[in-house]
């Protein structure tokens, strides 16, 4: 099992940057690829970039985030990142990271969440 923690999220003004980041514990071994999804208000969680960890192969971005958002990852330190920049009001979301074991399966660790506020 893969424990993960995010941090980062807090209000800011839109135009701004924000880092989070996602600390793994646990069976880091079993990280193949790992992934940024976001919730915002009174909608469904959606996919917002994804990487493969051991390689840090980036392997897809949302639409509404390319070219603002970037995924990177230190192996090192087990740790998952997502810069995000010129953010907007439609960021606003609980932002979470994931992971899952091998290319064939879900997405079946997940962290608590870390709440982004952007305001207009």
């Known amino acids: 099992q893969v424990q993960l923690a995010e941090s980062g999220g807090r209000l800011v003004p839109a135009g701004g940057s924000l880092r989070l980041a996602c600390a793994a514990s646990?069976?880091?071994?079993?990280?193949?690829?790992m992934a940024w999804f976001r919730q915002p208000p009174g909608k469904e969680r959606e996919f917002v970039a994804g990487?493969?960890?051991?390689?840090?192969?980036?392997?897809s971005y949302a639409d509404g985030v390319k070219g603002r958002f970037t995924i990177s990852r230190d192996s090192a330190k087990n740790t998952l990142y997502l810069q995000m920049d010129d953010l907007k009001p439609e960021d606003t979301a609980v932002y979470y990271c994931?992971?899952?074991?091998?290319?064939?399966?879900?997405?079946?660790?997940w962290g608590q969440g870390t709440q982004v506020t952007v305001a207009s």
């Open positions: 994931a992971t899952k074991p091998n290319a064939g399966s879900s997405f079946g660790s």
């Open positions: 646990g069976r880091t071994f079993s990280m193949y690829a």
């Open positions: 990487l493969l960890f051991w390689s840090g192969k980036v392997l």
